[in-house]
């Protein structure tokens, strides 16, 4: 009896060494075994993101026009300069539009050289005055291009149709609304369809546009009168202003 018990203990020893054996080669040198697993870290937030929209019609408008002259005697330009500047101003102020309306933006003085000659002497100067005018009331835009040409402007720009401060943030927050609703309805939807509980928003973050610009037209210039020129048709158009929001939820 014992004989046959030590006989089928070195056989139980033998086989799980042979086991043993086998599974070393395989693991040296047999095929890659892949291995699928499925991990969730506890405390992640559920992110979802909404976007809004609002368009809006611009409420102002701006228009660059000034002065320029040139001629030798630096004193006799300024003033020349200087006296049709005033005269301009309140040529303007006259259609209604605010003093504060009314912004200097630019005053250069530029020497003019001969560069033929050996010392480079100065043979004159040039003078420029530069206003940004902000119009409120864009049936006024067409008579303040004639009257400032009439007044002696020379340098017209263009006209930029922009947002004022509360328009502007107006109508970013009806964007912002928007999009916190849409963020909302998602995240509700995902939290039933996936059998989970949300709990308190965590973090929320914005996306906006930096500028609103929404058209930029040429205005022509140089002396043009209303009855050499039919006025221009300008439209203001509108704009679109985007809002997008990320919304961080606990999950419960």
């Known amino acids: 009896m014992q004989e046959d018990k030590k006989q089928q203990i070195g056989q139980v020893f033998g086989l799980v060494f042979f086991i043993f054996i086998l599974l070393f080669v395989f693991a040296k040198w047999g095929p890659p075994i892949n291995f699928n697993s499925i991990t969730q870290t506890k405390g992640e937030p559920l992110v979802v993101q909404g976007t809004g929209k609002s368009f809006v019609a611009p409420d102002i408008a701006k228009v660059d026009l000034g002065i320029q002259e040139t001629g030798g005697d630096l004193k006799t330009v300024e ?88 328009l502007k943030n107006q109508k970013l927050q009806e964007a912002r609304d928007e999009a916190v609703t849409e963020a909302k309805t998602k995240a509700t939807g995902l939290a039933k369809a996936a059998g989970i509980t949300l709990g308190n928003i965590i973090n929320v973050s ?43 939820y606990e999950i419960r």
């Not at 005055?129 to 040409?149: A, Q, W």
């Not at 039919?230 to 439209?235: E, F, G, H, K, L």
């Open 79 to 166: 003033n020349s300069v200087n006296t049709k500047s005033q005269n301009l101003v309140t040529q303007i102020e006259k259609l209604g539009i605010a003093e504060s309306d009314i912004q200097t933006i630019l005053y250069n003085v530029y020497p003019q050289y001969d560069y033929t000659a050996p010392t480079q002497e100065i043979t004159g100067y040039q003078v420029s005055t530069e206003y940004e005018v902000t119009v409120r009331d864009f049936t006024k835009i067409n008579d303040l291009l004639s009257t400032s040409t009439s007044a002696g402007a020379n340098t017209i720009g263009s006209v930029t149709f922009d947002l004022s401060d509360n």
């Open 206 to 248: 914005e996306e906006t546009p930096s500028n609103v610009t929404p058209l930029m037209l040429p205005a022509s210039g140089g002396g043009v009168t209303e009855k050499t020129v039919t006025p221009p048709s300008i439209q203001s158009g509108t704009t679109e202003i985007d809002v997008t929001v990320s919304l961080s």
